[in-house]
């Protein structure tokens, strides 16, 4: 193993390892004397360049492929070793101390190997063994450290070495890809021999919405960030893939946003202070059952929701609130906007009736309604793409409608219709803050628990 600066890491010949397993599974010495034939002119894997191999021990490592291997997986604790020492020149003189004084030594093969697997046990007790997950101790300091938007910054800038994904000291090929019907971004990893390598995931699913990744090295590893935004701001999780290509999730972040006024509130517009001071005093309306709106176009759809004859748009509630603050109570319908197209699209909404309730208002406060709360009669898809919810409250016996109430970061704002006219009262820029995280064991873990 020879030593260039604090990471020594090449490149496998994957094709050998596989078939040394195989050799060491069938025992057929025949087979063996053929991959040695197959193999003679060329070199064999290890964490430097064979052709380079000077030293007996150097070329007893690339013609024994169990040497190979244990070569390979030294390089890589070693260098996590080193990554992680608060004394790396420490630990490079001790690493020059054994290459000289024991591998370089050995005259035979077997002398090399039990020299190898007596370092390697001596490092992993350190740092961990080649093919497990980082200890619960590690973990919880990284998870900590990313919290901090200015320390995560600072962490993922280290992209050296970010293409070796699986941890096993080989930097893989890179090629971007995309996914479902919105070409989410993503990145497919090959081997050097242009074999895909399949990532599979061990204690989780991803069920919420990762609609990116980012990879970075900590502590000789490499470790990813899933987002639930393309502007890698929502992290979701941290998760790390092991050499045998299999990705554990190590903590999923918590998450709040927090609303600072675009405008500083008017003198008579003091809902927007008690919205940021005294939420306590906010009255949410919660209607309390389903209309019997449009009888003859009502449709139970495979989820069972009552379909409200408009394309996509679901029934969810129905009530009576003073929506235009004149003193009269109008029948007001909640629907549900939702598709599965692309990643999906869903939020709520409010609409008019008429006095029956059992149609759409014809009266033209209704459209000036839908105009409050950024609707149209057509293209509702646009209009509102994504997971907010909204929705009707009560401050001072005047009704408002809020846009993202939800944890979504972006714009939020508070409207009032009085007298048929709106009025935006005040609007928020929402900001994420990673308020903490939970560190994710052996069991089965759901991210939109």
Known sequence: ???????????????????????????NSFLLFIVLCLFASTSLAASFDCKKASKPVEKLICSNAELSVLDEKLSVVYARYVATSPNPTTIISEQRKWLLSNRDSCKNSQCAITAYKERLNALEIISGGYSEIPDSRFIKTLCEKLMDESARRKILQNQKNVADINNDGHEEIL?????????????????RKGKRIDI???????????????????????????????????????????????????????????????????????????FLDSPDLIEPIHF??????????????????????????????????DINNDGKQENVVELEYYTSAGRGCNFNYYDLLDKSGTQFSSEEMRSIFLELQGMTEIDFFISGCGRTQNRLFQYRNRIYFERNVTQEEGEGAISILSENQIKTVCSFNRTLIVEGFKQVGSASMYFNE
Request: net charge positive.
């Open 1 to 27: 193993m020879f030593e260039k600066g604090n990471v020594m890491i090449t490149r496998a010949n994957e094709y050998f390892i596989k078939s040394y397993k195989q050799l060491r599974l069938h025992n």
């Open 175 to 191: 090629k971007t890809c995309s996914g479902g019907t919105m070409h989410v971004p993503c990145t497919d990893y090959f081997s």
């Open 200 to 274: 599979s995931a061990v204690n989780y699913e991803r069920l919420d919405w990762v609609l990116s990744a980012q990879s970075f090295r900590y502590g000789g590893r490499t470790f990813s960030i899933l987002y639930s935004d393309y502007e890698l701001q929502n992290p979701l999780s941290l998760t790390y893939v092991t050499p045998l290509n299999e990705e554990h999730a190590l903590c999923k972040f918590n998450t709040l946003v927090s609303s600072i006024p675009v405008e500083s509130p008017g003198s008579n517009d003091d809902v927007c202070r008690a």
């Open 288 to 321: 309390s059952g389903d209309t019997q709106f449009v009888k003859e176009s009502i449709q139970l759809t495979k989820s069972g929701r009552k379909y409200s004859g408009r394309e996509y748009s679901y029934v969810k509630t129905s009530g009576t609130a």
